[in-house]
């Protein structure tokens, strides 16, 4: 049984999951639409081959950008839209209560929130994590995605939203040095938000995105964020790896836990923190020269 849900899937050379991924979303969506950046490989093939409707968009360097480019220029007609990543799928129980209770929602819920869980050398990660809940679901209309150079997302501007016990998972197939070369591009965007925290370096880009930037949800996001921010560079990268590998017991997971913890709760946000020295050592605080100096060297214009 399908719901009236359109899921919307952003790609680019996506052929090594792409399968999986629109089977999966089959299970539970009316309609599945990519919004493709052009790929070179089968994606576009594979994905058509299995019914989904594709549409291209030039990628800017801007996921938010890109997915709402997607809400204002597909022909969505259900009343509900999930946002899914490639590498992304949804499990059995979650596929199963998003069946069971949206037909039984309260007419003031318009968003539903999901847990996400990432694997790791093919390993579920489970211990040292902590709990990542994304709002995905959301009525047609009632949702906009935030403009962030990081971590982006799902705002409502209606509604309210609800959590829900299942579990979607984060499960990329490509080699290690793929996942750090990603890592090593997400680290600049990173280090711009934190700056932003900082600096006040970005304003909001539409008027959506300016009326959630001051409302409690967005502060809220901002304090938690910003807890992290005051804390020392470098010292506080070293202090969330012990966090996580000891104190949420990462250890328990062998060499893949170490790992995991490793590269992504240390190694990245080292990445982070020597992007934002270099940065402030050859730019100051001169916002001016912050802005040039990260269009310069890492052609990001703010």
Known sequence: MSLSISTIILTYNEEQ???????????????IFLVDSYSSDKTVEVAESLGA??????????????????????????????RLDADEYLMNDLILEIKNKIPQLERDISGVVFERKMYFLDTLMTKGMLQMNMLRLFKYGHGFCEER???????????ESVLFNGYFVDHNLNPLGWWIQKHNNYSIREAVDLLDLEFNLLKPKTQQ??????????????????KYANMPLFWRSFIYFLYRYIFKFGFTQGKEGFLWHFLQGWWYRTLVDAKIYEIK???????EKIKLYILEKYNINL
């Open 17 to 31: 999951h792409i399968e999986r991924c629109i089977k999966n979303a089959q299970r539970f969506s009316e309609s």
């Open 53 to 82: 409707k594709v549409y291209q968009n030039k990628w800017e360097n801007n996921y938010a950008k890109q997915f709402n480019w997607g809400l204002e220029n597909l022909p969505i007609t259900t009343e509900w839209v999930f």
């Open 149 to 159: 150079w990081m971590d982006e997302h799902i705002i409502l501007t209606k509604g």
């Open 281 to 287: 050592k050859a730019s100051g605080t001169d916002l």
């Open 209 to 226: 995105a300016e009326q959630y930037a001051l409302s409690a949800d967005a502060e809220s996001k901002r304090n938690k964020k910003k």
